[in-house]
């Protein structure tokens, strides 16, 4: 199983950002999938999950608005598209399979994990 981020670099402040999950190994539709972050020196958290199926997603609150989480299932892939991007978000992202079809916020209940991409934000 594998996972790939890419769609990461350096933006400023206000622009947009859109994350790329690459999948293959799994049955991707039968997964659940996620998007969590870590900055530095601060512990991973939860950004976005989506279901399966696609129709049932959640939100962080500081993502809540700001970024929206997708699927295709055709292309056996993940997407994250960040918008209004803050200082605060910058960090490493990480896109993840969950063993529950429905997402979640707990990233011990996610399998499989990608080797995350890096966003920067300048103030």
């Known amino acids: 199983v594998q996972l790939a981020e890419s769609g990461g670099g350096s933006v400023q402040a206000g622009d947009s950002l859109r994350l790329s999950c690459a999948t293959s190994?799994?049955?991707?539709?039968?997964?659940?999938m996620g998007w969590f972050r870590q900055a530095p020196g601060k512990e991973r958290e939860f950004v976005a999950s989506?279901?399966?199926?696609?129709?049932?997603?959640d939100y962080a609150d500081f993502a809540q608005g700001r970024f929206t989480i997708s699927r295709d299932n055709d292309k056996n892939a993940a997407y994250l598209q960040m918008h209004r991007m803050r200082p605060e978000d910058m960090a490493v992202y990480y896109c993840?399979?969950?063993?529950?079809?429905?997402?979640?916020?707990?990233?011990?209940?996610?399998?499989?994990w990608g080797r995350g991409t890096q966003v920067t934000v300048s103030a």
């Open positions: 993840a399979a969950g063993r529950s079809g429905s997402g979640s916020r707990d990233d011990s209940d996610y399998l499989f």
């Open positions: 190994g799994l049955i991707f539709r039968t997964y659940a």
């Open positions: 989506i279901s399966r199926g696609g129709g049932s997603t």
